[in-house]
């Protein structure tokens, strides 16, 4: 199983460029690198997804470095309802994410 | 996008009764269906993987016959807390699995909000 290193926390102020990166040296071939936001009380919410270079989405963009070994999630302009925890996950497409495991994710906090 | 339901949001119960947590996928079938529970300020940790048609897969750690998991149709998954005790609260969370095109990108994960249980 591929495991993931991420920043226990973040600050930021409203209005920056947010990045988050996620180590997963043990990638492998077939997995596929998926970031969540989760709040307080609520279930993790999808926010991107990605397998090599960049994705980009409405919310937010995934940069994903050649070797694969690192992945970081941009979120342009953050404000105060973007705190939440960011979770970094790495699965296998193949298995229908039989093994999807949850590392200690990025407690984000945005300030006025 | 898609829409996974779980309920009920929030249970509080005595100890020693057993507690039903539903978890529907409202529009699409999920032949898969996973369960986590979340202590808070920690992580998500997955508990077991259901399978529509036949038993749920347990992660290790976890007793099968406490946490008993049904999963009898397409878009409901269900996971009964038997004789709840103290320990057992803790935040509940189901997720179901999008297939749409096996071995894609379009393959993706959808969670339920969340049940906290509260056991007195």
């Known amino acids: 199983l591929a495991k993931t290193t991420q920043p226990i926390s973040m600050d930021s102020y409203e209005g920056q460029e947010v990045n988050i990166t996620c180590s997963h040296n043990?990638?492998?071939?077939?997995?596929?690198i998926t970031w969540y936001q989760q709040f307080p009380s609520q279930g993790p919410r999808f926010i991107i997804q990605?397998?090599?270079t960049k994705v980009t989405n409405e919310v937010a963009s995934l940069f994903i470095p050649a070797d694969r070994k690192s992945s970081t999630l941009s979120l342009p302009r953050v404000s105060l309802s973007d705190t939440a925890v960011y979770y970094c996950?790495?699965?296998?497409?193949?298995?229908?994410?039989?093994?999807?495991?949850f590392g200690t994710g990025t407690r984000l906090l945005v300030s006025p | 996008g898609a829409v996974v339901s779980q309920h009920p949001s929030w249970v509080i119960c005595k100890s020693g009764t057993s507690v039903k947590i539903e978890c529907r996928s409202l529009?699409?079938?999920?032949?898969?269906m996973f369960w986590y529970r979340q202590f808070p300020k920690q992580s998500l940790m997955l508990m077991a993987t259901?399978?529509?048609?036949?038993?749920?897969?347990?992660e290790q750690g976890v007793e099968k016959d406490k946490f008993l998991i049904n999963h009898a149709s397409l878009t409901l998954s269900t996971l009964t807390v038997t004789s709840a005790h103290p320990e057992d609260s803790s935040f509940y969370i189901c997720?179901?699995?999008?297939?749409?095109?096996?071995?894609?990108?379009?393959?993706?994960?959808?969670f339920g909000s969340g049940t906290q249980l509260s056991v007195l």
């Open positions: 990605g397998y090599k």
């Open positions: 259901s399978n529509e048609g036949s038993k749920a897969t347990y």
């Open positions: 997720s179901a699995r999008l297939l749409v095109a096996v071995g894609t990108e379009d393959e993706k994960l959808f």
């Open positions: 529009d699409f079938q999920a032949t898969t």
């Open positions: 043990n990638i492998a071939t077939n997995d596929y």
């Open positions: 996950l790495v699965g296998d497409m193949n298995t229908g994410f039989q093994k999807l495991v």
